[in-house]
């Protein structure tokens, strides 16, 4: 069981390149969440989806799209990367009274 | 966006000291859960709590929901090398709600 997966763990972009962050849950959340941790600071919510075909903007979704493909799947996706984007990204999936699971993280610096 | 309050913000300890650490609100919350992020990992749940005034114990973990419901107390006894990390409060309003989370506690544990 490998609760929520996220790919890539590390990317390094060019200012201007595009990417889509992947995140799949096999625990059958219903709501999944886009974050983003940096130094010093706690985690931000970028993105949000509370059920499969609906999103919703976060505290900082700017500069970021997301989709929720099935329920399984919520894409994050950097449509002109930079470098006020290099953090870590955390995908989550809720699960009723016991808050979220999250996964390992995908690093990404853009230079 | 709205974060909770959580101190301290660092702490540096020696092993074997006991550590306690706070959580506070301007609003009420129904749930109350603490996280630990290991150095390069996600989030994972340490203890939730239900119920105010509710004293909830994971090994050497044991948190507490405020009766006012505006904060949540994590003490670690007896701290140990692998305490090391951040650790978050997250509240919660109502059953699968988004969660708030805390600003986050870094702990340093020396030989």
């Known amino acids: 069981n490998a609760g929520v997966t996220q790919t890539p763990k590390f990317q390094v972009l060019k200012t201007g390149q595009s990417m889509t962050l992947q995140c799949a849950q096999d625990?059958?959340?219903?709501?999944m969440y886009w974050y983003r941790q940096d130094p010093g600071m706690g985690l931000r919510l970028i993105y949000y989806?509370?059920?499969?075909?609906?999103?919703d903007k976060g505290e900082v979704p700017n500069g970021y799209n997301v989709s929720r493909l099935n329920k399984r799947e919520f894409s994050l996706r950097l449509e002109s990367a930079a470098p006020s984007q290099t953090s870590v990204y955390f995908c989550?999936?809720?699960?009723?009274?016991?808050?979220?699971?999250f996964g390992s993280g995908t690093r990404l610096t853009v230079v | 966006g709205q974060q909770l309050n959580q101190s301290p913000q660092s702490m540096f300890i020696q092993e074997g000291e006991d550590v306690s650490m706070n959580c506070t609100s301007s609003?009420?919350?129904?749930?109350w859960l603490w996280y630990k992020q290991d150095p390069g990992e996600g989030p994972v749940l340490l203890i939730a709590?239900?119920?105010?005034?509710e004293l909830t114990s994971n090994g050497r973990l044991t948190a507490q929901f405020g009766i006012t419901r505006k904060d949540s107390f994590l003490n670690i006894s007896a701290s140990i090398p692998s305490d090391v990390g951040i650790y978050f409060c997250?509240?919660?309003?109502?059953?699968?709600?988004?969660?708030?989370f805390g600003t986050g506690t870094r702990l340093q544990v020396t030989l």
């Open positions: 989550a999936g809720e699960q009723g009274n016991y808050g979220y699971t």
């Open positions: 997250a509240g919660q309003v109502a059953f699968a709600s988004k969660l708030t």
């Open positions: 989806s509370a059920s499969e075909g609906t999103t």
């Open positions: 625990m059958n959340h219903n709501s």
């Open positions: 709590l239900y119920k105010a005034g």
């Open positions: 609003s009420i919350f129904n749930t």
